[in-house]
């Protein structure tokens, strides 16, 4: 069935670190990616979504690549800040419908 | 000022009862949708609705029924609620269901305990 796999439930880091959240995704169709972005008390909201495979998404200084070999949908950021600490969703959309698979979400904790 | 509003943003209800969650939206899109997050899961579909049409549905119970009286509203009426049913309900719109016009915007949730 349709899955979307994020192994990391929380990361921790200082500002200026690399962050890299992994993610995976499993379905038979040709869907669009996306990673959401949840703060506290609020709904997610889209950070970055990319439709077609091999491409890459950016926003706000995060990225990540449309991986059809590995299913991966990796996201990173060269240098984190601490208001980007948040929850941090990676997703899938079928395109036949629009009904949104999330992972488990990552909590990123970014230190002062 | 908030342009997907759900109400309320707090709800606590005792098992057995029947509750109303509220969502409406100011985007002028034509689809929204619910989502449940609880402590156990993630981020989970329950339905879509496009025109006020139901279009998807993946939630197994009947005691969940969305309601369309508008085409910018999309309540959802909950019965003989378990304490299993907490969890913060999201809505969700988008300007259409498919094509470029797709994303989806989330309103702040409504968190439900049942007690």
């Known amino acids: 069935g349709d899955s979307v796999i994020q192994m990391q439930g929380q990361v921790t880091l200082s500002e200026n670190d690399f962050l890299f959240i992994n993610c995976t995704y499993s379905t038979t169709g040709y869907p669009t990616l996306f990673w959401y972005v949840q703060y506290s008390g609020e709904g997610p909201q889209l950070l970055l979504q990319?439709?077609?495979?091999?491409n890459k998404g950016s926003s706000r200084g995060f990225e990540a690549t449309y991986d059809k070999g590995t299913t991966s949908f990796h996201l990173q950021k060269t240098s984190v800040q601490e208001i980007d600490s948040a929850v941090y969703y990676c997703a899938m959309r079928e395109n036949s419908n629009n009904r949104i698979f999330f992972g488990d979400g990552t909590q990123l904790v970014v230190k002062p | 000022d908030p342009k997907i509003i759900q109400k309320p943003k707090y709800l606590v209800a005792v098992t057995g009862s029947e509750k109303i969650l509220i969502c409406e939206q100011y985007?002028?899109?034509?689809?929204m949708y619910w989502y449940r997050q609880s402590a156990k899961k993630p981020l989970e579909f329950m339905f879509s609705?496009?025109?006020?049409?139901?279009?998807d549905n993946q939630t197994a119970s009947s005691r969940f029924q969305p309601q369309s009286s508008k085409k910018n509203h999309l309540d959802l009426q909950i019965t003989a609620l378990k304490p299993d049913d907490s969890a913060t309900y999201f809505c969700?719109?988008?300007?259409?269901?498919?094509?470029?016009?797709?994303?989806?915007?989330f309103g702040p949730g409504t968190r439900l305990t049942v007690l």
């Open positions: 969700a719109s988008s300007q259409d269901l498919g094509g470029g016009r797709a994303e989806q915007f």
């Open positions: 985007l002028g899109h034509n689809a």
């Open positions: 609705y496009s025109y006020q049409k139901l279009m």
């Open positions: 990319v439709t077609t495979a091999n």
